[in-house]
């Protein structure tokens, strides 16, 4: 029992990671034959959107058509965003997704078209491919020698006493199952092995061309030369052939981070910073023609990747019209746009329009549809968000948490979960029960009740416009 107690406390320090709004999603819950499966991944319901993101998801991967935009449309809480996350878990580390919410582009420091330009193209990723010398084996014996201070290597009178040494010198022993070599080392050589922990027993991989030293882990023959190893000491076998051998390497950047290396001082630095700041449209050209030629020798391959624009209805008349040329370049990513607005007003005109966007983009768009969630998938998704909340509820209260997210919604009903639980840890209980639930329900209205008390006691807060009921009614419809 203390041996499961020291377990639990030690996964609870280890555990680091924040609990999201959409933290519990996987992917997007399909079978092999692309069907949607009822619940799966962290998604529920929604079948025939989740089967069109999946077609969407194969269109992705063959990275073949560029340019090509969705529209996801639905009410408030039917899981639009869910399903974006969904596409972007779905694809892997490989394939580049970028997101960004339409407001965004209005509050930052560059123009509206630069920062979708950089949002495009850091959605557009290079897999760059060179083949680099490396050295790999099993070190045998690692051997330095004591360095020399200066005075005694040059013999000059005029040096100071307390001069800097010479540089360190050594040899390293490496060895594979055929042939054995040892290695003169340099000073910068000497300095890699020593903070990578190198010792002798230890499998390394050694680039030429950069120096750059690769532990690969511990020999299985010395397995048994120390009593104790840590927990992710990882054994691997001494390699065999040739020590010193050809591989090819593979680097995935996108075409932004190129952008920002070749047009800053600083470079590569610059990225860390954040200061991308304006990007000449001559350098881009110039790293287009590069990649270009870098594709033709075959050094070099476009993976074009998933631009995520929320809110999309917050984009204005000019921001469309740029979006609408962008998507015919060739090296266009997929366009995945979210919306919740009905027919509504284009952004900087007075003409209204389906989601808040012009007719001529929306002809372009492959358009998937939300539902609204039934009670029986509302009751699946608060079991889901219960288990990555870690929080145990009772069979009633569950019931009662349902049928608050049917006659609410369910983010608010979401939302109750980790209350009731701190409504439960007060009264020292293990268990959520309906108690809690109808505590915490008591504390914290849901807009329908906050509306109902504005409306009742309107009168008494400040710059209140509506006269009455009545009014009160025609300004919400509003």
């Known amino acids: 029992m203390a041996e499961l107690k020291r377990l639990s406390e030690s996964r609870d320090l280890t555990r680091i990671e924040r609990i999201g709004a959409h933290s519990h999603i996987r992917g997007l819950g399909l079978d092999s034959s692309m069907e949607a499966r009822d619940a799966s991944e962290g998604m529920v319901g929604q079948l025939p959107a989740r089967r069109g993101a999946g077609l969407i998801l194969q269109l992705i991967r063959q990275g073949k058509i560029a340019g090509r935009a969705v529209l996801i449309a639905g009410q408030p809480g039917t899981g639009k965003t869910a399903l974006a996350m969904g596409i972007a878990k779905s694809l892997g580390a490989e394939t580049p997704f970028a997101s960004v919410a339409a407001s965004e582009l209005f509050s930052l420091d560059l123009s509206k078209t630069e920062a979708l330009t950089q949002a495009f193209r850091l959605a557009i990723g290079v897999r760059i491919k060179e083949e680099a010398e490396i050295i790999e084996g099993e070190v045998v014996e690692i051997s330095v020698d004591r360095p020399l201070s200066a005075s005694s290597a040059g013999g000059s009178s005029g040096a100071p006493s307390g001069a800097t040494t010479v540089g360190k010198s050594g040899r390293l022993t490496l060895k594979t199952t055929d042939m054995e070599t040892v290695y003169e080392l340099g000073g910068k050589m000497i300095e890699a092995l020593g903070k990578e922990k190198v010792q002798s027993g230890d499998v390394i991989a050694l680039d030429k061309a950069s120096g750059k030293v690769t532990k690969l882990g511990r020999s299985i023959g010395r397995s048994r030369d120390y009593d104790a190893v840590g927990p992710h000491t990882k054994f691997v076998k001494c390699p ?17 981070e190129i952008d920002v290396i070749n047009s800053r001082t600083q470079g590569f ?33 476009i993976v074009p990747g998933v631009l995520f624009i929320d809110e999309v209805h917050m984009l204005d008349i000019e921001c469309f019209s740029f979006l609408n040329r ?84 369910l983010r608010y009903a979401i939302h109750l979960i980790n209350s009731a639980a701190l409504a439960c840890q007060k009264r020292k209980g293990k268990v959520v029960v309906m108690e809690d639930i109808s505590r915490v329900y008591q504390l914290f209205l849901d807009v329908k009740r906050s509306t109902q008390y504005l409306m009742e006691y309107q009168s008494q807060y400040m710059f209140s416009e509506v006269s009455g009921e009545a009014d009160g009614g025609d300004a919400m419809q509003s």
């Open 240 to 256: 065999d052939g040739e020590l010193q051998k050809r591989k090819e390497v593979v680097h995935c950047v996108t075409l932004h």
């Open 269 to 301: 630095l610059a990225l860390f910073t954040g200061d991308t700041g304006e990007i000449r449209a001559e350098v881009r050209e110039q790293i287009d023609t590069k990649v270009a030629e870098w594709r033709e020798e075959g050094k070099a391959e």
């Open 326 to 409: 962008a998507l015919e370049n060739d090296m266009a990513p997929i366009l995945v746009i979210a919306t919740n607005r009905g027919i509504t007003s284009i952004r900087g005109t007075n003409y209204r329009s389906p989601h808040g966007i012009p007719p001529d983009f929306l002809d372009r768009l492959l358009i998937i549809t939300t539902q609204p969630y039934t009670e029986d998938e509302i009751r699946k998704i608060l079991d889901i968000r219960c288990n990555e909340e870690d929080v145990e509820l009772s069979a009633d209260a569950k019931v009662l948490l349902t049928k608050i997210g049917v006659e609410t919604s």
